[in-house]
């Protein structure tokens, strides 16, 4: 079974601060994907990466930043965290060599920003 | 740019009744699409993948169908139970995925 996991389930953090939110995959996936996810909106896309140290802005990159310089891992950084930034935020992953690109997403880190 | 829609936003059945959610997508030229189960607080589960190319896939209870040219999916639940309440999502993915609200579910005893 493919896992993907997130570094945090709950983080709280002050207005200002860089917050890291890290995923990991065990699948070997070439894909990686952040999403945040809130009431009313759905999930948007922030960041993906296709391959290692590759990264491609999503919907909604302002105020974000990402890293991916091992292929199993993908960091999504904060880098002055605003309270607007309060939401859930997802990581998935997939693959490209497989030709499905099924995503499979982690437990999410459900941020909260003071 | 695409849009997903699904509706309704929400639905509760009795348990043991067989229902149908519905997905519809702006744009047919997609590459596939996914159906997710979400509980509450929680990540997204895929149920199933549709490629461009099938007209249908199923699981155990769950039945999803594809009719690109209409621009529509459905997800078929048969002899609903109370765990299978949580909030469905469709996605369709062209260059990237583009995901609907969801269907919140609730089935009761």
């Known amino acids: 079974d493919v896992k993907v996991t997130q570094s945090s389930r709950y983080l709280v953090k002050r207005t200002g601060e860089k917050v890291f939110l890290e995923c990991v995959q065990d699948?070997?996936?070439?894909?990686m994907f952040w999403y945040r996810q809130d009431p009313g909106l759905g999930l948007r896309l922030i960041y993906f990466?296709?391959?290692?140290?590759?990264?491609e802005k999503g919907d909604i990159p302002e105020g974000y930043s990402v890293s991916r310089e091992k292929k199993e891992r993908f960091s999504l950084i904060l880098e002055s965290a605003s309270t607007n930034q309060t939401s859930m935020y997802l990581c998935?992953?997939?693959?490209?060599?497989?030709?499905?690109?099924?995503?499979?997403f982690g437990p999410g880190t459900r941020l909260t920003v003071t | 740019k695409q849009e997903v829609t699904q509706i309704p936003a929400a639905l509760s059945v009795p348990e043991g009744e067989n229902l149908v959610l519905n997905c519809s997508f702006t744009?047919?030229?997609?590459?596939?699409l996914q159906w997710f189960r979400q509980d509450p607080g929680k990540g997204l589960t895929s149920l199933l993948l549709?490629?461009?190319?099938?007209r249908e896939q199923t699981s155990g209870r769950l039945n999803a169908s594809l009719d690109k040219s209409s621009g529509r999916s459905t997800l078929y639940i048969a002899a609903s139970q109370p765990g299978d309440s949580a909030t469905y999502l469709c996605?369709?993915?062209?260059?990237?995925?583009?995901f609907g609200a969801g269907t919140r579910l609730t089935v009761k005893p």
């Open positions: 998935a992953s997939s693959s490209a060599t497989s030709g499905s690109y099924e995503q499979y």
């Open positions: 699948m070997d996936h070439e894909n």
């Open positions: 990466s296709y391959d290692v140290k590759m990264k």
């Open positions: 744009d047919s030229a997609i590459y596939n």
């Open positions: 549709i490629q461009s190319s099938q």
């Open positions: 996605a369709v993915r062209e260059n990237d995925m583009r």
